[in-house]
């Protein structure tokens, strides 16, 4: 099930940092302060840094998962590897599955952003259709195609939220943040569960770690950017917390948006309509990510054409998209997937993790054993 990655596919090290913040930067950065603060109020913050500090941990098991042997292995492999044909083909099926649920998430996410935004009531397939077929443009080009993508969608990322962040500063009340600490050890952690979803994407680091030149130099700008995405994510809620009060904020659906929406430039009377614009090559990119390594994993894990299995899941995306329509159905499917990528990190990858560390102490027992 091993392929070797020609060099001519793979990104240097340092690039690693653009698909890794698209895939966990999205359009959940317009609504997570609401769902944050359900359980922990005004001391979500600490939720924040406490999640961060736990996707670096999870990141470091990761890099320790994919170094399995000398030049690395990406998960459909190791998971073959160590639990054979059978039981090794239905994890990975899962994985696979796992990956094109997260596409589809953030697909939907975005479509119902443009109706509720843009063309209340319109048929929305037109767009639907434009979308897939830019997806499948950057995914059928390869990883490195998609990279580019997302280097791209990186920089706009950057051009939408730091004018935001200037425009917002005067309208902040610091006393909104006191009391500090008011609320129980179990509020913070139930808040921090909510948060992980904010972060998922960083475990396709487990399909694309063959991709990168000198994978293990790698990892430091894989901390680093985990490192500014929780800064981001802080900044993001700090700035919703004494923008609105708490009453207000419990009722605001797109809490980042609704905080540019009161600003007025020159030349653009709707500011939030520029800003939803920005944000398409972003969600496109990172439904690319995910999308990539769903396809990938198909080709590696059942032999079969990536192409092929990219068409027959943007299909099915484009038709579930009809049967998902009101915002609750949405946010039951985006709770679901939420909860899922909390196992999916916190249990799998760890799981994943001692395996690996059996594997390798058995490996070197019977290597001493036979050299004795």
Same mark, same amino acid.
């Given at each position: 099930m091993r392929n070797e990655i020609s060099e001519e596919y793979r990104i240097s090290p340092y690039f690693i940092i653009f698909p890794l913040? !698209?895939?966990? *930067?999205? *359009?959940? !950065? &317009? @609504?997570?302060?609401?769902?944050?603060i359900e359980h922990a109020g005004y001391n979500a913050w600490i939720s924040v840094i406490l999640t961060g500090i736990s996707i670096?941990?999870? &990141?470091?098991?990761?890099?320790?998962? @994919?170094?399995?042997?000398r030049v690395g292995q990406e998960i459909i492999t190791l998971n073959h590897t160590l639990f054979g044909s *059978?039981?090794?083909? +239905?994890?990975?099926?899962?994985v696979v599955?796992?990956?094109v649920y997260g596409?589809? *998430?953030?697909?939907? !996410?975005?479509i119902e952003l443009i109706e509720v935004w843009?063309? @209340?009531?319109m048929n929305i397939l037109p767009l639907s259709i434009v979308m897939v077929l830019l997806i499948y443009y950057a995914v059928s080009g390869g990883f490195r195609s998609v990279t580019g993508l997302c280097v791209w969608a990186t920089f706009l990322s950057f051009a939408s939220i730091i004018p935001q962040v200037g425009l917002a500063l005067p309208y902040m009340h610091p006393l909104n943040l006191l009391p500090l600490l008011n609320h129980s050890a179990t509020d913070i952690f139930l808040s921090s569960?909510?948060?992980v979803f904010e972060f998922l994407g960083f475990e396709t680091l487990l399909f694309f770690y063959p991709f990168i030149k000198t994978p293990a130099k790698s990892q430091k700008w894989a901390h680093m950017i985990v490192m500014f995405v929780t800064l981001l994510y +802080?900044?993001?809620? +700090?700035?919703? +917390?004494?923008?609105?009060?708490?009453?207000?904020?419990?009722?605001?659906?797109?809490?980042?948006?609704?905080m540019i929406s009161i600003f007025e430039v020159p030349l653009l009377q709707r500011l939030e309509y520029f800003f939803i614009s920005l944000w398409f090559i972003k969600t496109i990119a990172g439904i690319c990510i995910y999308l990539w390594v769903a396809c990938r994993g198909i080709k590696t894990a059942f032999r079969m054409r990536q192409r092929h299995s990219l068409i027959g899941i943007l299909i099915a995306m484009v038709t579930l998209n009809y049967f998902i329509a009101d915002h609750r159905s949405v946010e039951r499917v985006s709770e679901l997937y939420s909860t899922v990528g909390f196992y999916f990190i916190y249990a799998y990858i760890p799981f994943m993790f001692v395996c690996v560390l059996i594997s390798r102490r058995r490996a070197r027992h019977f290597g001493n054993r036979g050299s004795a």
């Open positions: 913040y !698209v895939s966990m *930067v999205g *359009v959940g !950065v &317009l @609504t997570f302060q609401r769902t944050l670096h941990l999870i &990141l470091w098991m990761i890099y320790k998962i @994919t170094s399995f042997n *059978v039981f090794g083909h +239905l994890l990975n099926a899962a599955l796992y990956f596409a589809f *998430v953030k697909f939907k !996410v975005y843009f063309f @209340t009531g569960k909510s948060m +802080l900044i993001l809620l +700090l700035m919703a +917390l004494m923008f609105f009060s708490e009453g207000e904020l419990r009722h605001s659906i797109w809490p980042t948006i609704d």
